[in-house]
């Protein structure tokens, strides 16, 4: 069995990569792999077209300023994919390429079934792409619980829920062993908060100043108070020069385990609005979140149609966690904001039993990798067939 992928960046990257394990476990040595990916499916034995790096793009002015050369990448992987004739393939993520190869894919070999594994999120911007995809995507993977009911709503494809890959993260199962309702959680003395500007460098710079100022002033609150700052290599020495004048100081701290550390002994967190406050909410850490688009991507916002950004506030369907959104993103407020979350208070508790009914609602029996498999053999083995 003959199975494509087509992946744009790491995250992308770690979740086919537990994909593929899941496919060799119920298949054995009778999967070939091919396509597009990153380090991690590279070391599960498949050879990556090109480096993934090339398409690791935020925002609509970085789109636009590499476009040629993100449709020449687009043409060389469906032309690709084209040759090969594989039973399925998977696209990840990454919809301003994914989405495009598969169209050219479809248009050519209708037989190959496509699986949208991380489907665009239609849910929170440009509700029509849910019936274009329609016509190429057979079916779509989710790993958020309310996903599939809005693409039927929507008019999209075929859609199941099958758990989020980061409830496979080995930080994070570790607090989720621990059963204890979330709200009987007392914050300690002297409150820790942990500061989360972003994983991409242009976030992190429209952040990092305001998210300084606000330690600055909680400080002042809350004498006492102690953060942690996680990162990514990469950004070290950029957040180093960052907080260098900072008067209050976070110890900075890298890599996944030592990031899940300082989650586990967080009493609150600020953060940049993103799938880092998922990943707060399971690990049952209360938040304020803010985010900065660039100035091109500003200009666009007409077209975010959702009434929320914050992935934990469309789980439990209400205004669970506050968003501090560009010229209200106010050291000033989010300091009392904080203040209130790393203390016990009524909006602390609050999160926290919104916490819990999240956890209850993206519970699953199977992991996900084990149920995105099964979908992927089932239509692979259906077009041989």
Known sequence: MRIAFVVGEPSGDAIGADLIRALKARRGSDVELFGLAGEAMQAEGLDSLFDIEELSIMGISAILARLP?????????????????????????????????????????????????IP?????????????????????????????????????????????????????????????????RAPKTPPRLVILPGSRRG???????????????????????SAALPTLPRHLERIEASIASWPVK???????????????????????????????????VPMALAYRLDPVAYRFRHLVTAWTAALPNFIVGHPLVPEHFHEFVRPEHLARRMA????????????????????RQMAVEESPG??????????????RG
């Open 340 to 359: 209130r979350l790393l203390t016990d208070t009524p909006e602390r508790r609050a999160q926290l039993v919104g916490m819990d009914e999240i956890r």
């Open 250 to 284: 976070p110890a900075i701290v890298t890599g996944t385990a030592a990031k899940w550390q300082a989650f586990a002994e967080a009493d609150a967190a600020l953060a940049a609005s993103g799938t880092v406050s998922l990943e707060l909410a399971l690990a049952g």
């Open 203 to 225: 976030e992190i710079d429209r952040l990092i100043a305001d998210f300084g100022a606000t330690l600055a002033r909680l400080d002042a609150l809350l004498p006492g108070v």
């Open 69 to 117: 050369q993100l449709m020449r990448r687009v043409r060389q992987t469906a032309e690709a994919i084209i040759a090969a004739r594989p039973d399925a393939l998977v696209i990840i993520d990454s919809p301003t390429f994914s989405h495009r190869v598969a169209k050219r894919v479809r248009a050519t070999r209708p037989e190959i079934a496509i699986l949208n594994y």
């Open 370 to 383: 084990e149920a995105a498999a099964a979908i992927v053999l089932d239509y692979a083995g259906k077009r």
């Open 120 to 184: 665009p999120t239609v849910w929170a911007w440009r509700e029509d792409r849910a019936t274009k995809m329609r016509p190429y995507i057979d079916h779509a993977i989710c790993a958020l619980p309310f996903e599939p009911a809005i693409l039927q709503r929507l008019g999209g494809p075929l859609a199941s829920y099958v758990g989020h890959p980061l409830m496979k993260e080995t930080g994070l199962a570790a607090l989720l062993g621990d059963v204890r309702p979330l709200a009987d």
